[in-house]
Nanobody, 119 residues
Framework: QVQLVESGGGWVQAGGSLRLSCAASGSIFSRLIMSWYRQAPGKQRGMVATITTGGSTNYEDSVKGRFTISRDNAENTVYLHLNNLKPEDTAVYYC?????????????WGQGTQVNVSS
């Protein structure tokens, strides 16, 4: 079982920056594919950024060049650096972890952290 706890959300003006953190419990963090998702009011939850076990990253088009995902396996933590924030980035940001094993996979979710960007 993996528990994820996000932190770092808050209020920021457009153009500002935040750093979100997601701490994972357990001893399998290095084997997890980690992602950040977000959900704005009235919209579906969508992927923002992913980092694989090998450190490869992928971003949703609207955040490329502004957001950076990173991971620290020694600290069991994944980060999302949000720069040049825009009002449309306002959402609840969720941490997601996926464990893939032969024949099965499982994913885990955090409780979410709110990011509000004012214009």
């Amino acid at each position: 079982q993996v528990q994820l706890v996000e932190s770092g959300g808050g209020w920021v003006q457009a153009g500002g920056s935040l750093r979100l953190s997601c701490a994972a419990s357990g001893s399998i963090f290095s084997r997890l594919i980690m992602s950040w998702y977000r959900q704005a009011p009235g919209k579906q939850r969508g992927m923002v950024a992913t980092i694989t076990t090998g450190g490869s990253t992928n971003y949703e088009d609207s955040v490329k060049g502004r957001f950076t995902i990173s991971r620290d396996n020694a600290e069991n933590t994944v980060y999302l650096h949000l720069n040049n924030l825009k009002p449309e980035d306002t959402a609840v940001y969720y941490c997601n972890a996926v464990l893939i094993q032969p024949g099965w996979s499982r994913d885990y979710w955090g409780q979410g952290t709110q990011v509000n960007v004012s214009s």
